[in-house]
């Protein structure tokens, strides 16, 4: 056996090979088990409040979209804990979607300046009310016109945490979203 001024040539040898490939699958095996673990523990999802957020963005662009395509009239009612879109007809606003918020998210509505649509009242059917309904009507906070227009409104989203601000301008271009 022979020796060098380091000692044991064989040793020093055997040493200097490294990690054979059974022992370096190992590693890396361990190593996705433990970044798999970290993974599976990481939330990725997105707040429920932005996830409403962006469902109302895109009801707001779908009803000016809409009415626009539709020549009609549309509607949008905040409720206890969501909101309704209505439809325009010659017998009175009829609700044809609701959305209820993911529970604990607060929304709160100011409506923009006064805006009407006297000016499309023979062009589209507008809702009209006898006196003795007027009691039961249900008339939307927010409209969106033939033309493109829409009631200006500011809607902010809450969730105790967070807020959420969506200012719609009176062409139903939505600005000021911080998501």
């Given at each position: 056996?022979?020796?060098?001024?380091?000692?044991?040539?064989?040793?020093?040898?055997?040493?200097?090979?490294?990690?054979?490939?059974?022992?370096?699958?190992?590693?890396?095996?361990?190593?996705?088990?433990?970044?798999?673990?970290?993974?599976?523990?990481?939330?990725?999802?997105?707040?429920?409040?932005?996830?409403?957020?962006?469902?109302?963005?895109?009801?707001?662009?779908?009803?000016?979209?809409?009415?626009?395509?539709?020549?009609?009239?549309?509607?949008?009612?905040?409720?206890?804990?969501?909101?309704?879109?209505?439809?325009?007809?010659?017998?009175?606003?009829?609700?044809?979607?609701?959305?209820?918020?993911?529970?604990?998210?607060?929304?709160?509505?100011?409506?923009?300046?006064?805006?009407?649509?006297?000016?499309?009242?023979?062009?589209?059917?507008?809702?009209?009310?006898?006196?003795?309904?007027?009691?039961?009507?249900?008339?939307?906070?927010?409209?969106?016109?033939?033309?493109?227009?829409?009631?200006?409104?500011?809607?902010?989203?809450?969730?105790?945490e967070r807020a959420i601000v969506l200012?719609?301008?009176?062409?139903?271009?939505?600005?000021?979203?911080?998501?």
């Open positions: 056996m022979p020796i060098s001024a380091l000692g044991n040539f064989e040793a020093q040898r055997t040493a200097e090979r490294g990690l054979t490939l059974v022992e370096l699958l190992v590693v890396i095996a361990i190593m996705g088990f433990a970044s798999g673990a970290v993974l599976l523990t990481v939330t990725t999802g997105r707040a429920p409040i932005v996830d409403a957020a962006l469902k109302v963005e895109r009801d707001i662009a779908s009803m000016r979209d809409t009415a626009v395509a539709s020549v009609s009239v549309f509607g949008l009612r905040t409720e206890e804990g969501g909101y309704g879109r209505y439809r325009g007809q010659a017998e009175g606003w009829v609700l044809f979607e609701t959305y209820s918020l993911p529970h604990k998210i607060d929304m709160e509505l100011v409506v923009g300046e006064d805006w009407s649509l006297t000016e499309h009242s023979e062009d589209v059917p507008f809702p009209e009310f006898d006196e003795e309904d007027e009691d039961k009507a249900v008339e939307p906070e927010i409209v969106f016109s033939p033309e493109g227009s829409v009631t200006p409104f500011t809607l902010t989203l809450r969730d105790g200012s719609v301008d009176g062409f139903g271009k939505v600005s000021d979203a911080d998501f």
